[in-house]
Protein backbone atom coordinates (compact mmCIF):
# COMPACT_ATOMS: atom_id res chain seq x y z
CA UNK A 1 0.00 0.00 0.00
CA UNK A 2 2.06 3.04 -1.23
CA UNK A 3 0.14 5.47 0.98
CA UNK A 4 0.65 3.65 4.21
CA UNK A 5 1.80 6.05 7.07
CA UNK A 6 3.50 3.22 8.59
CA UNK A 7 4.99 0.36 6.71
CA UNK A 8 7.17 -2.60 7.39
CA UNK A 9 8.06 -4.84 3.79
CA UNK A 10 9.70 -7.55 3.92
CA UNK A 11 10.90 -7.90 7.18
CA UNK A 12 13.67 -10.61 8.59
CA UNK A 13 15.13 -11.19 12.11
CA UNK A 14 17.23 -13.62 12.41
CA UNK A 15 19.45 -13.75 15.57
CA UNK A 16 22.35 -15.99 14.87
CA UNK A 17 20.97 -19.22 13.28
CA UNK A 18 17.68 -18.46 15.26
CA UNK A 19 15.14 -17.04 12.29
CA UNK A 20 13.08 -15.38 14.79
CA UNK A 21 10.77 -13.43 11.78
CA UNK A 22 10.53 -14.34 8.19
CA UNK A 23 8.73 -11.81 5.70
CA UNK A 24 6.80 -9.54 7.84
CA UNK A 25 5.22 -6.68 5.21
CA UNK A 26 2.57 -4.80 6.70
CA UNK A 27 0.91 -1.39 6.01
CA UNK A 28 -0.62 0.94 8.61
CA UNK A 29 -2.74 4.25 7.67
CA UNK A 30 -2.63 7.30 9.20
CA UNK A 31 -4.75 7.08 12.29
CA UNK A 32 -5.73 3.07 12.45
CA UNK A 33 -5.08 1.17 15.40
CA UNK A 34 -3.70 -2.26 14.64
CA UNK A 35 -2.89 -5.23 17.06
CA UNK A 36 -0.71 -7.79 17.07
CA UNK A 37 -1.79 -11.04 18.71
CA UNK A 38 -0.10 -14.34 18.53
CA UNK A 39 1.40 -17.25 21.16
CA UNK A 40 4.48 -16.32 23.58
CA UNK A 41 7.13 -16.26 21.47
CA UNK A 42 5.85 -15.97 17.87
CA UNK A 43 8.23 -12.66 17.69
CA UNK A 44 5.53 -9.83 18.32
CA UNK A 45 7.86 -7.61 20.52
CA UNK A 46 10.79 -8.33 18.20
CA UNK A 47 8.01 -6.52 15.10
CA UNK A 48 7.14 -3.73 17.92
CA UNK A 49 11.43 -3.27 18.90
CA UNK A 50 11.87 -2.92 14.90
CA UNK A 51 9.55 -0.15 14.77
CA UNK A 52 10.54 1.61 17.45
CA UNK A 53 14.59 1.31 16.00
CA UNK A 54 15.52 -0.66 18.96
CA UNK A 55 16.57 -3.99 17.14
CA UNK A 56 17.76 -3.52 13.24
CA UNK A 57 16.01 -6.00 11.16
CA UNK A 58 18.05 -8.63 9.38
CA UNK A 59 16.62 -7.52 6.07
CA UNK A 60 13.87 -5.82 4.94
CA UNK A 61 12.46 -2.01 6.17
CA UNK A 62 10.26 0.11 8.20
CA UNK A 63 9.21 3.86 7.01
CA UNK A 64 6.92 6.06 9.17
CA UNK A 65 5.77 8.78 7.12
CA UNK A 66 8.43 8.41 4.48
CA UNK A 67 10.96 8.39 6.42
CA UNK A 68 13.37 5.21 6.93
CA UNK A 69 13.69 3.95 10.64
CA UNK A 70 17.41 3.06 11.46
CA UNK A 71 17.36 4.18 15.05
CA UNK A 72 15.14 5.12 17.82
CA UNK A 73 13.50 8.83 17.40
CA UNK A 74 11.23 11.28 18.97
CA UNK A 75 8.30 10.00 16.12
CA UNK A 76 7.94 6.86 17.34
CA UNK A 77 7.18 6.57 21.76
CA UNK A 78 7.06 3.26 23.10
CA UNK A 79 5.19 2.49 26.37
CA UNK A 80 6.50 -0.68 27.82
CA UNK A 81 4.22 -3.64 30.25
CA UNK A 82 6.66 -1.97 33.12
CA UNK A 83 6.13 1.17 33.65
CA UNK A 84 9.73 2.57 32.86
CA UNK A 85 9.52 5.58 35.40
CA UNK A 86 12.35 7.13 37.15
CA UNK A 87 11.93 6.39 40.95
CA UNK A 88 13.54 9.34 42.03
CA UNK A 89 11.24 11.58 40.01
CA UNK A 90 8.42 12.94 40.68
CA UNK A 91 5.03 12.16 37.93
CA UNK A 92 5.64 15.27 36.87
CA UNK A 93 9.63 15.24 36.65
CA UNK A 94 9.40 11.67 34.78
CA UNK A 95 7.02 14.06 31.93
CA UNK A 96 8.92 16.79 31.86
CA UNK A 97 12.20 15.14 31.53
CA UNK A 98 11.03 13.54 27.93
CA UNK A 99 8.83 16.97 27.18
CA UNK A 100 12.14 19.42 28.04
CA UNK A 101 14.35 16.45 25.88
CA UNK A 102 12.00 17.04 22.49
CA UNK A 103 10.23 20.64 22.95
CA UNK A 104 13.64 22.67 25.08
CA UNK A 105 14.10 24.85 21.45
CA UNK A 106 10.99 25.02 20.26
CA UNK A 107 8.81 25.76 23.40
CA UNK A 108 9.14 28.02 26.03
CA UNK A 109 9.41 26.76 29.76
CA UNK A 110 6.16 28.30 30.33
CA UNK A 111 4.17 26.16 27.15
CA UNK A 112 6.14 23.49 27.94
CA UNK A 113 4.57 23.21 31.36
CA UNK A 114 1.23 24.09 30.07
CA UNK A 115 2.10 20.83 27.58
CA UNK A 116 3.01 18.69 30.89
CA UNK A 117 -0.23 19.00 32.72
CA UNK A 118 -2.38 18.50 29.23
CA UNK A 119 -1.18 15.41 29.02
CA UNK A 120 -1.23 14.58 32.52
CA UNK A 121 -5.01 15.88 33.24
CA UNK A 122 -5.57 13.59 29.66
CA UNK A 123 -4.72 10.31 31.49
CA UNK A 124 -6.91 11.82 35.15
CA UNK A 125 -3.23 12.68 36.60
CA UNK A 126 -3.27 15.80 37.64
CA UNK A 127 -3.72 14.86 41.20
CA UNK A 128 -1.06 13.18 41.73
CA UNK A 129 1.84 15.81 40.14
CA UNK A 130 4.58 15.93 43.12
CA UNK A 131 3.92 11.84 44.27
CA UNK A 132 6.69 9.74 43.03
CA UNK A 133 6.49 6.09 41.31
CA UNK A 134 6.49 4.52 45.05
CA UNK A 135 3.62 6.70 45.76
CA UNK A 136 1.05 5.42 43.15
CA UNK A 137 -0.47 2.14 42.10
CA UNK A 138 0.63 0.15 39.15
CA UNK A 139 -2.40 1.09 36.75
CA UNK A 140 -1.39 5.33 37.69
CA UNK A 141 2.09 4.68 36.71
CA UNK A 142 1.04 3.06 33.71
CA UNK A 143 -1.12 6.26 32.73
CA UNK A 144 1.98 8.18 33.49
CA UNK A 145 4.26 6.10 31.31
CA UNK A 146 0.82 6.81 28.55
CA UNK A 147 1.04 10.38 29.46
CA UNK A 148 4.61 11.25 28.78
CA UNK A 149 4.71 8.94 25.67
CA UNK A 150 1.30 11.46 24.65
CA UNK A 151 3.46 14.50 25.75
CA UNK A 152 6.17 13.12 22.44
CA UNK A 153 3.92 13.50 19.98
CA UNK A 154 4.96 10.68 18.38
CA UNK A 155 3.82 9.97 15.10
CA UNK A 156 3.05 6.51 15.77
CA UNK A 157 2.72 5.32 19.64
CA UNK A 158 4.00 1.80 20.52
CA UNK A 159 1.97 -0.29 22.72
CA UNK A 160 4.32 -3.06 24.15
CA UNK A 161 1.36 -5.15 26.27
CA UNK A 162 1.05 -2.23 28.45
CA UNK A 163 -1.87 -3.04 30.27
CA UNK A 164 -0.44 -7.07 31.01
CA UNK A 165 0.60 -6.32 34.90
CA UNK A 166 -2.68 -5.01 36.34
CA UNK A 167 -5.60 -6.33 37.60
CA UNK A 168 -8.63 -7.38 35.14
CA UNK A 169 -10.54 -4.11 36.88
CA UNK A 170 -8.03 -1.08 36.36
CA UNK A 171 -6.63 -2.97 33.10
CA UNK A 172 -10.13 -2.16 31.61
CA UNK A 173 -10.78 1.16 32.78
CA UNK A 174 -6.51 1.87 31.11
CA UNK A 175 -8.23 0.63 27.70
CA UNK A 176 -11.27 2.37 28.09
CA UNK A 177 -8.70 5.61 28.23
CA UNK A 178 -6.57 4.90 25.88
CA UNK A 179 -9.74 4.40 23.28
CA UNK A 180 -11.01 7.66 24.39
CA UNK A 181 -7.88 9.85 23.87
CA UNK A 182 -6.70 7.72 20.82
CA UNK A 183 -10.64 8.94 19.49
CA UNK A 184 -9.82 11.69 20.61
CA UNK A 185 -6.02 12.65 19.03
CA UNK A 186 -6.47 10.17 16.11
CA UNK A 187 -2.76 8.27 17.15
CA UNK A 188 -1.37 5.68 14.99
CA UNK A 189 -0.95 3.22 17.50
CA UNK A 190 0.54 -0.68 16.91
CA UNK A 191 -0.51 -2.58 20.29
CA UNK A 192 1.31 -5.91 21.52
CA UNK A 193 -0.99 -7.86 23.66
CA UNK A 194 -2.07 -11.86 24.28
CA UNK A 195 -5.96 -11.04 25.38
CA UNK A 196 -8.42 -11.75 22.41
CA UNK A 197 -11.13 -9.26 23.87
CA UNK A 198 -8.64 -6.28 24.24
CA UNK A 199 -7.27 -6.45 19.94
CA UNK A 200 -10.81 -6.96 19.21
CA UNK A 201 -12.45 -4.08 21.80
CA UNK A 202 -9.70 -1.79 20.89
CA UNK A 203 -8.58 -2.18 17.30
CA UNK A 204 -9.56 -1.45 14.07
CA UNK A 205 -7.63 -4.53 12.30
CA UNK A 206 -5.92 -7.24 14.49
CA UNK A 207 -2.30 -9.05 12.98
CA UNK A 208 -2.38 -12.10 13.85
CA UNK A 209 0.96 -13.92 14.39
CA UNK A 210 2.03 -17.67 13.13
CA UNK A 211 3.93 -19.52 15.65
CA UNK A 212 7.71 -19.49 15.03
CA UNK A 213 10.69 -19.93 14.13
CA UNK A 214 10.34 -17.97 11.60
CA UNK A 215 7.30 -16.41 12.44
CA UNK A 216 5.15 -14.38 9.91
CA UNK A 217 1.77 -12.13 9.19
CA UNK A 218 -0.77 -15.13 9.08
CA UNK A 219 -3.85 -13.38 8.77
CA UNK A 220 -5.41 -9.65 8.68
CA UNK A 221 -8.79 -9.17 10.05
CA UNK A 222 -10.54 -5.91 9.68
CA UNK A 223 -12.79 -5.33 13.17
CA UNK A 224 -16.20 -3.98 11.76
CA UNK A 225 -17.06 -2.03 14.51
CA UNK A 226 -18.69 1.63 15.05
CA UNK A 227 -16.68 3.89 17.49
CA UNK A 228 -16.87 4.99 20.31
CA UNK A 229 -17.01 1.51 21.33
CA UNK A 230 -18.97 0.33 25.00
CA UNK A 231 -17.60 -2.96 25.69
CA UNK A 232 -20.93 -3.38 27.93
CA UNK A 233 -22.64 -3.18 24.80
CA UNK A 234 -20.22 -5.32 22.75
CA UNK A 235 -20.84 -8.29 25.08
CA UNK A 236 -23.71 -8.90 22.57
CA UNK A 237 -22.92 -8.01 19.31
CA UNK A 238 -22.48 -10.45 16.45
CA UNK A 239 -19.75 -8.99 14.93
CA UNK A 240 -17.79 -8.35 18.22
CA UNK A 241 -17.96 -12.29 18.81
CA UNK A 242 -17.48 -13.22 15.36
CA UNK A 243 -14.54 -11.55 15.67
CA UNK A 244 -13.04 -13.19 18.82
CA UNK A 245 -13.95 -16.78 17.17
CA UNK A 246 -12.27 -15.70 14.37
CA UNK A 247 -9.00 -14.99 16.22
CA UNK A 248 -9.35 -17.61 18.59
CA UNK A 249 -9.94 -20.35 15.95
CA UNK A 250 -6.83 -18.92 14.29
CA UNK A 251 -4.85 -19.29 17.39
CA UNK A 252 -5.79 -22.49 18.82
CA UNK A 253 -7.18 -24.81 15.14
CA UNK A 254 -5.08 -23.20 12.50
CA UNK A 255 -1.82 -23.11 14.24
CA UNK A 256 -1.96 -26.26 15.60
CA UNK A 257 -3.26 -27.97 12.04
CA UNK A 258 0.01 -26.45 11.01
CA UNK A 259 2.33 -27.90 13.29
CA UNK A 260 0.61 -31.16 13.49
CA UNK A 261 1.59 -30.56 9.71
CA UNK A 262 5.03 -29.41 10.25
CA UNK A 263 5.58 -32.75 12.73
CA UNK A 264 4.96 -35.27 9.84
CA UNK A 265 7.20 -33.51 7.57
CA UNK A 266 3.96 -32.35 4.63
CA UNK A 267 5.44 -28.58 5.56
CA UNK A 268 9.04 -27.20 5.84
CA UNK A 269 8.23 -23.89 7.58
CA UNK A 270 5.33 -22.19 9.06
CA UNK A 271 2.50 -21.61 6.34
CA UNK A 272 0.86 -18.14 5.33
CA UNK A 273 -2.60 -18.32 6.35
CA UNK A 274 -4.44 -16.71 4.42
CA UNK A 275 -8.09 -14.97 5.99
CA UNK A 276 -10.01 -17.72 3.44
CA UNK A 277 -7.58 -20.80 5.34
Not at 108 to 135: G, Y
Not at 191 to 218: F, K, Q, Y
Not at 220 to 232: G, K, Q, T
Amino acid sequence: MSNAYLSLSRVDMAFGANVVLKGIDLAVQRGEFISLIGHSGCGKSTVLNIVAGLLKASSGGVIVDGREVNAPGPDRAVVFQNHSLLPWLTVYQNVELAVDKIFRGSRTKAERKDWILHNLAMVNMSHALERLPSEISGGMKQRVGIARALAMEPKVLLLDEPFGALDALTRAHLQDEVIRIQSELGNTVLMITHDVDEAVLMSDRVVMMTNGPAATIGQVMEVPLERPRNRIALAENPAYNHCRQEILSFLYEKQRKVEVLAARGSVRTPSLLSSRA
